[in-house]
């Protein structure tokens, strides 16, 4: 198993954000977490990347806890984030930007290798390699984003909700990419408020609601249950 949660309550002062939440992913697995805004999502995502301390539970990695260790050691075990908002550094050239993605590395053959590998997954950013991160488009500043997060050469790759704001043409664009990563061997975990795209995109999936997961099971299904119909796909 890659990553697996167990029992996982995660609490903002008194207020219970997660409750007893068990996930599995395995080796080059693609799953999603779906759900209202407010129902947990993204706390999953940083209860996983040591962002959000579990107050119970369990959460480990290739049968290693991770739970108690810090994002820079998380993110040296493999699992590297794409934050929602993209958070970027604007200041900086979107090659620096790739660049800092790899703070961790230091074999620069490999690290070279990896940022053509990124400029191949993401042509436009090649062209503006020189280009401050302020002046790329919002679509330019996620796949960015995502190339800063591959720059770790991540085992696991989590994503909170890449498509938000963006264009449809730009979110089919990514969502290719994305297709194309996990295709290599990278497993994901997806956080995304569009559930048709998300369910479309994963092979498994879960339903989170006010902190706990309501639903789970491959994401076919998933997409047919009447519950997810109404409540999430807008059918």
Not at 42 to 57: F, H, N, Q
Not at 186 to 207: F, K, M, P, S, W
Request: glycine content about 10%; aromatic content about 4%; charged content about 25%.
């Amino acid at each position: 198993m890659l990553l697996e949660l167990q029992n996982v309550h995660v609490h903002y002062n008194k207020i219970a954000a997660l409750q007893g939440v068990s996930i599995q992913v395995e080796e080059g697995d693609f799953i999603t977490l779906i759900g209202s805004n407010g129902a947990g999502k993204s706390t999953t995502l940083r209860a996983i990347s040591g962002l959000e301390k579990p107050s119970s539970g369990e959460i480990s990695f290739r049968d290693q806890a991770i739970h108690h260790l810090t994002p820079d050691r998380i993110l040296k075990l493999g699992i590297a984030q794409v934050p929602e908002g993209r958070r970027i550094f604007k200041d900086l050239t979107v090659e620096e930007n790739l660049q800092l993605g790899a703070f961790t590395r230091s074999d620069k053959v490999a690290v070279r290798r990896d940022l053509d590998a990124v400029f191949g997954h993401f042509p436009r950013l090649l062209e503006r390699r020189n280009q401050l991160g302020r002046t790329l488009s919002g679509g330019e500043q996620q796949m960015l984003s995502i190339g800063r997060a591959l720059m770790s050469d991540p085992t696991l790759l989590l994503l909170d909700e890449p498509s938000l704001g963006l264009a449809p043409i730009v979110v089919e664009e990514i969502a290719k990419i994305l297709c194309d990563i996990n295709g290599k061997g990278v497993a994901i975990v997806l956080v995304e408020q569009n559930a048709d795209l998300a369910l479309e995109l994963a092979r498994h999936g879960y339903v989170l609601e006010t902190g706990s997961i309501a639903l789970q099971g491959d994401a076919d299904s998933l997409a047919r249950n009447e519950h997810v119909k109404t409540a999430y796909l807008g059918i």
